[in-house]
DNA sequence: CTATCAGTTCGATACTCATCGTACTAACTC
DNA sequence: GAGTTAGTACGATGAGTATCGAACTGATAG
């Protein structure tokens, strides 16, 4: 595919590693707004059970694309971590950078989460 | 003013009290929600300082309308309790309530929202 | 009664965002 | 190489929302 007839892309490359946020630079408003939607909520509970879990490995009710959306804006919030692995990409929380710079934020937000449910 | 050529409203009266949701009607995303806008986190850091607090105390950098807007939105949400006193009304935190809800929750925001600062 | 004050209501506007479908890519399998 | 798999990229769309200004209201002060 290198003699395709379009120019080649001048951004980013698609394979990149996926950015993280530095712990410092993890705002309290983007977590909680990264927290605020049901479905990343659902994500992140799941995730707080075990260790790291592919994208696809959670059933959730959105096409791959939205899914995709929802894990760069937990991704971008510092909420999650991930990994590439082979074909897939694993997923973990950043829970002791999430408790060096909240503290017992998010284990609040996962016991709400689950007296919620 | 009984006179006018409009005829009266139908909708929703305009000095209603405010609406409060029930404890229980109080939902985790939409206090995630709540707070996760600059502004509101700031009221509500403010109103964790004392105790009532009129709209117009706040120095914030928007105006009336849209300071209305972020109080109702508090006020939705569950997170605030507004009580009408002549013409001012004044706001306070459902700590308790939030408390028995979801316990830790708001400490931990409050704190962050310290720390953050 | 008139004026002021505190705040709401009502558009309007611009921006964000959750969702989808289609096309694409990179790794792996056959 | 041809398929399959696990996603990402890229619009497009519709819903929500943060903002403003102008008009309004209800309580109080003069």
Known sequence: MTT???????????????QHPDIGA???AGVLHALSDPIRLRIVAELAAGGERSCSSF?????????????RVLRGAGVIRTR?????????????????????????????AVSAD
């Open 4 to 18: 395709t007839n379009e120019p080649p892309v001048t951004g980013q490359r698609l394979d990149a590693a996926p």
């Open 84 to 112: 590439l692995q082979g074909k897939t990409r694993l997923n973990s929380l950043r829970r002791a950078d999430l408790e060096r710079r909240f503290p017992g934020l998010l284990d609040a937000v996962l016991s709400a």
């Open 26 to 28: 993890i705002e309290l």
């Open 59 to 71: 059933e959730l009710p959105v096409v791959k694309s939205t899914c995709t959306h929802h894990f």
